[in-house]
């Protein structure tokens, strides 16, 4: 059986007045539903819930028509984004330019508005201003949600597993409860750059994601990988996703160490995924015996890779 639990509460602390009131008023079966909560400048309050767009009257009650609900206004923008970074913008720099944070209890903020760069051709975002808008995507903890690919994929011996999936679908969700069960019965590394997966505080995690499991928060994942190898003995590493040339390096170099590798990748499907070169290169290096695929309906089917 399938048990829930969601990062609501946390996510109505970046949230005031009518709204927050609002949210915490709706019913609890309703509000499991909920993967995102949007707030966009003098426009309505929205959720994506179940793969549809909804909307919060005042009354706590969630609709599917955005008539006579909601709307967040500058002052309901600007205290979810000081909230989210914590008041302190110089300390969350590096996030502000990526565009988001990941706040206690594994929520992720993301936030829309003007970059701010040196105003050189090809220069990266060093900040953001007149914040337009502020997506609080929600963490929960499925438990039971992997037990199905655990059971096929690690019934007999550790294997290696690719989780593939578009935007949404559920794969940081799927990582953390597979980390739960994998977690039980091997050492397991999760190198946590967003701290999405374990949502660790203080060096604590709040989720439950094993007895053997150690993790690694704020490590580019090609130091912590290599790191974990080094200092943690790990039979199986656990990244949230990858893409880079240095992440592959550092995972090829895991693989020839005789660890186990757990990843998630962005695709529509199975085949999109293995025409990105990252995926394609350790496919070559026999680095997945499985891959679980994930749709927009928060389901997924195990394939085994040949």
């Known amino acids: 059986m399938i048990k829930m639990t969601t990062g609501i509460q946390n996510a109505a602390q970046l949230l005031q007045g009518s709204i927050k009131n609002a949210l915490l008023a709706a019913e609890s079966w309703r509000l499991s539903e909920i993967n995102e909560i949007r707030l966009r400048l003098n ?30 206004n500058e002052s309901d923008i600007e205290y979810a984004f000081k909230t989210a970074y914590s008041y302190s913008l110089h300390s969350y720099s590096k996030e502000l330019a990526m565009g988001y944070v990941t706040t206690r209890g594994g929520n992720r ?17 060093e900040s953001v201003k007149y914040i337009s808008g502020v997506n609080i995507r929600i963490a929960r903890q499925v438990k039971g949600f992997a037990d199905r690919l655990f059971a096929e994929c690690f019934c007999s011996s ?3 597993v690719l989780i593939v999936g578009p935007p949404s679908s559920g794969k940081t969700t799927l990582l953390r409860d597979l980390a739960r069960l994998v977690g039980s019965c091997a050492r397991l590394c999760i190198i946590d750059c967003q701290n999405e997966i374990s949502a660790t505080y203080r060096g604590n995690s709040e989720n439950d994601i094993g007895e053997l499991t150690d993790v690694f928060v704020g490590y580019p994942k090609h ?17 949230d996703e990858i893409g880079s040339e240095q992440d592959l390096v550092s995972l090829e170099y895991a693989l020839h160490s005789g660890v186990k590798l757990i990843t998630a990748v962005h695709a529509k499907n199975l085949e999109d995924a293995l025409k990105k070169p990252c995926i394609k290169a350790l496919v070559r290096e026999n680095a997945f015996e499985y891959a679980a695929e994930l749709s927009d309906g928060f389901d997924y089917a195990v394939t085994k890779i040949a």
């Open 43 to 72: 426009k309505h309050v929205s959720f994506s819930a179940g793969g549809k767009n909804m909307y919060l009257a005042r009354d706590g009650k969630i609709c599917e028509s955005a008539t006579g609900c909601l709307t967040a």
């Open 158 to 160: 550790l294997s290696g």
């Open 109 to 125: 903020v993301g936030i829309c508005g003007t970059a701010v760069t040196s105003g050189c051709e090809n220069a990266s975002v």
């Open 223 to 239: 130091s912590g990988v290599s790191t974990a190898i080094r200092v943690m003995s790990p039979q199986v590493i656990m990244v």
